[in-house]
């Protein structure tokens, strides 16, 4: 990997990261346009660079949670089902999901498609939007148990955290921004814990010149977070997501096309 290389993956990242698009499936498929050699490196690069982008809402939010100990504790209670899931399936995902990009596609297409089957159904219950800072503790811990459990999901290469956790929330109840804010904070001890059980079963994976390509692409991760998360705040407050389900129902035909034409 090249400094280029590193700087162009933290961009992806940091954009993608909480879109409801994956962006793993997009560091995955950047990363073999870019014709990056696979390596035990480059999967842990595209899992820790995702720390950049969780300083970003780390810093944005600060004010309002760390004080707030009731919103830790209900984050806290949403964690525990997705890490009990991850930790179930960390071998089976990055050493076969993460390598397949027929799983990657699949997942995208079939994404893609549930989000707008459910912006429709959703669109007709004319659910006020109105939202308040308040709202994040109205979040029960029940609710939040379920969109662990849901997050989870986000395993499997292509499904997306933040879709499957704003989906979930929208499905029970919870106001459009107020949801896309929760699954911003749960994704903080989400992907501080992926990323140091990574680094615990590949200890030696970061030598040299890595730790200064990993370095590049966390600082580009956390500088394009702030401007994904603070785009994507505008943008529910007027929008649906259907731009976004389209978006993975193309990108997943090109990759099956792809795939097709190599075979």
């Known amino acids: 990997m090249t400094i280029i290389q590193s700087f162009v993956m933290g961009i992806v990242e940091g954009l993608t990261e909480f879109l409801p698009i994956s962006s793993t499936a997009h560091l995955i498929f950047t990363g073999e346009l870019l014709r990056i050699p ?22 944005i939010y600060s004010k309002r949670v760390w004080n707030n100990l009731g919103l830790i504790w209900k984050l806290a209670a949403a964690f525990i089902p997705t890490s009990i899931i991850g930790l179930i399936f960390y071998k089976i995902v990055k050493n076969f999901l993460m390598e ?24 007709k219950k004319n659910v006020s939007e109105i939202a308040d800072d308040n709202d994040l503790n109205k979040i029960t811990y029940k609710q939040a148990v379920i969109l ?32 896309v804010e929760f699954s911003f904070l ?22 040299g010149n890595q730790l200064t390509l ?15 998360v603070k785009f994507l705040i505008k943008y529910v407050q007027k929008n649906d997501f259907k731009i976004f389900g389209w978006y993975r129902i193309v990108l997943g035909l090109i990759v099956l096309g792809l795939i097709l034409l190599i075979k």
Request: aromatic share 8%; no cysteine.
């Open 100 to 123: 397949s990009n027929l799983v990657i596609a699949i997942s995208l297409l079939l994404g893609g498609i549930i989000i707008i089957l459910f912006e429709n159904w959703y669109s």
């Open 186 to 207: 749960l994704a903080i001890p989400t992907m501080l814990a992926a990323t140091a059980l990574d680094i615990y079963k590949n200890p030696t994976v970061f030598s």
């Open 214 to 228: 990993w370095a590049i692409g966390f600082i580009t991760s956390f500088i394009t977070a702030i401007i994904g």
């Open 38 to 59: 696979a390596s035990e490196f480059l999967k842990t690069f595209e899992i820790s660079i995702q720390l950049g982008a969780i300083l970003a809402v780390v810093i």
């Open 148 to 179: 662990g459990a849901i997050q989870a999901l986000a395993i499997i290469p292509g499904v997306s955290r933040a879709g499957a956790t704003i989906i979930g929330g929208l499905a029970q109840g919870i106001k459009r921004k107020t949801i």
